[in-house]
Nanobody, 119 residues
């Protein structure tokens, strides 16, 4: 099995910063892309940012210039540095990983971490 455990969410004022972390563990041979998604109440889950094993990044237009995704391949961990936070960034943030196990490939999600930005 593969587990993704997120941390770093919380309550912050508008303009503030938070850093999310997500550590993958379990029967992992290697990890392809990793990413962050978010879901606000009443909305569908949406992409925030992704990063390939080689470090190529992709961002939603709404977070470009404010959020930075990075990863530590040795630790199977992905990070999301969130700066200049806005109330509309309030959501549950989910970590995602495309994992190669020994004989199969799978897509896994974390349990989510709440980010609340007050105005």
């Amino acid at each position: 099995q593969v587990q993704l455990v997120e941390s770093g969410g919380g309550l912050v004022q508008a303009g503030g910063s938070l850093r999310l972390s997500c550590a993958a563990s379990g029967s992992i041979f290697s990890i392809n892309s990793m990413g962050w998604y978010r879901q606000a109440p009443g909305n569908q889950r949406e992409l925030v940012a992704t990063i390939t094993k080689g470090g190529i990044t992709n961002y939603a237009d709404s977070v470009k210039g404010r959020f930075t995704i990075s990863r530590d391949n040795a630790k199977n961990t992905v990070y999301l540095q969130m700066n200049s936070l806005k109330p509309e960034d309030t959501a549950v943030y989910y970590c995602n990983a495309d994992v190669n196990k020994l004989f199969q490939r799978g897509n896994y999600w974390g349990q989510g971490t709440q980010v609340t930005v007050s105005s």
